[in-house]
């Protein structure tokens, strides 16, 4: 597949250019991408191909260049990383597109419609409507599925629902529940009623900047649920393998099931996240330690010993003298696998430099003057289980 920049916001919506020469962008009509747009630089950025990796390359604009909201000099492209140019976004594609996404394609195909603009969700438009039968077989669905929200069981009840019903709506078609992960262009899959679901995803990225429903070209739906921290995920319908295509009834009833999930789906992912603050919280309080505290801090504290006492690694404890380091030692020892095992503690400041290697490593008998015994080393001493060096420095 050869790369190609693809436009999907700003004058030039819908473009692509292969990626197989330099791209010059900017004001000027000099540049292989001209864009009329007095926020952008005469010769602004360049996307470039050098030794095998896709750039984007900023020629000090006075705006700016940004890659998935970051503002870059030069930076690599991996395939679905956005560029910001002024008003434009462009998206940088390294594999094969379905047909119906690729840019080029009549505007005609591809559809879009505001939650709001439901006519299953205002009276007005739907009583005009009232005669088809269609219609009223996804009025009876959506009143259905309205019904057995208050049965469904948790965040995988509830999205499994989610999908469920936007299945029946074209039963040769997939359907999917995304939450947006934070990163650009990453989802974390709810549910999904195909296991081989494939993301269309620049039919997804658009619903959720344009925070409404995507049709493109009868082939992928994509329709964001908003609550009221913004988009808290995306219901998609994939019908790429069906044998029916999908229309604006289609997209008409997905605004509605997006509509009347949207607060118990938002309520379910706060429910989940905060399932997940309370367990990290109860780890750091079933620690064993003989700190006190409850302070932000020493919670940080906690974490801290939690995270570093399962394992094999070498653990620095960094404070003043006084602040409690051999507490954290301790209790990092106590919460380890080798807890059964000696905590041994050096004062390396009492130690003198002729003392040093026979304290750490021990001697046999006889190995100098004065050595009438054989005498183990504390790191020997401290074998299976923590040894704790004072004062390193």
């Not at 436009?7 to 962008?25: Q, S």
């Not at 739907?126 to 469904?152: P, T």
Request: charged letters at 25%; a negative charge.
């Amino acid at each position: 597949m050869e790369p190609r920049i693809i436009a999907i916001a700003g004058p030039l919506e819908g473009a692509a250019w292969p990626l197989d020469r330099e791209l010059t962008v900017g004001r000027d009509k000099a540049n292989a991408i001209f864009i009329d747009d007095l926020s952008i630089s005469r010769r602004h950025c360049a996307f470039v191909v050098e030794g095998g990796r896709c750039m984007v390359r900023d020629f000090g604009s006075s705006n700016g260049s940004f890659v998935n909201g970051q503002p870059v000099t030069e930076r690599s492209l991996e395939h679905g990383d956005q560029v910001r140019i002024g008003r434009s976004i462009f998206r940088f594609s390294s594999r094969e597109e379905p047909a119906a996404l690729r840019p080029g394609s009549k505007v005609g195909a591809t559809q879009v419609l505001k939650l709001e603009d439901s006519r299953l969700l205002r009276p007005d438009l739907l009583h005009a409507a009232a005669q088809s039968e269609r219609l009223r077989q996804q009025m009876d669905a959506l009143l259905g599925f309205v019904s057995s929200l208050a049965g469904s069981s948790g965040l995988d009840g509830l999205s499994g629902r989610i999908a469920d019903v936007l299945a029946g709506s074209l039963p040769s078609a997939s359907a999917a529940v995304l939450c947006p992960s934070g990163e650009p262009g990453e989802y974390e899959f709810l549910a999904r009623t195909a296991a081989g679901f494939e993301i269309a995803p620049e039919v997804v990225e658009q619903a959720i900047a344009e925070g409404a429903g995507v049709l493109a070209g009868g082939d992928a739906l994509a329709m964001p649920v908003r609550g009221g921290s913004g988009v808290v995920a995306v219901v998609c319908l994939d019908a790429r393998n069906a044998a029916e295509r999908l229309d604006e009834d289609h997209l008409q009833f997905a605004a509605a099931v997006a509509g009347v999930s949207a607060l118990p789906l938002e309520n379910a992912l706060r429910i989940r996240s905060l399932e997940a603050e309370n367990r990290r919280l109860l780890d750091e309080i079933h620690i064993e330690h003989d700190m006190v505290g409850e302070s932000g801090r020493m919670r940080e504290v906690f974490t801290f010993v939690s995270k570093a006492a399962p394992t094999q690694s070498t653990v620095l404890i960094r404070g003043e003298s006084g602040t409690g380091k051999e507490l954290v030692a301790r209790a990092i020892h106590r919460n380890s696998p080798r807890a059964r095992g000696p905590f041994v503690a050096i004062n390396c400041a009492a130690l003198t430099e002729t003392l040093l290697e026979s304290e750490l490593f021990g001697h046999e008998k006889g190995a100098f003057t004065g050595a009438v015994t054989q005498k183990r080393g504390r790191i020997e001493d401290a074998s299976g289980g923590t040894l704790f060096m004072d004062d390193i420095g």
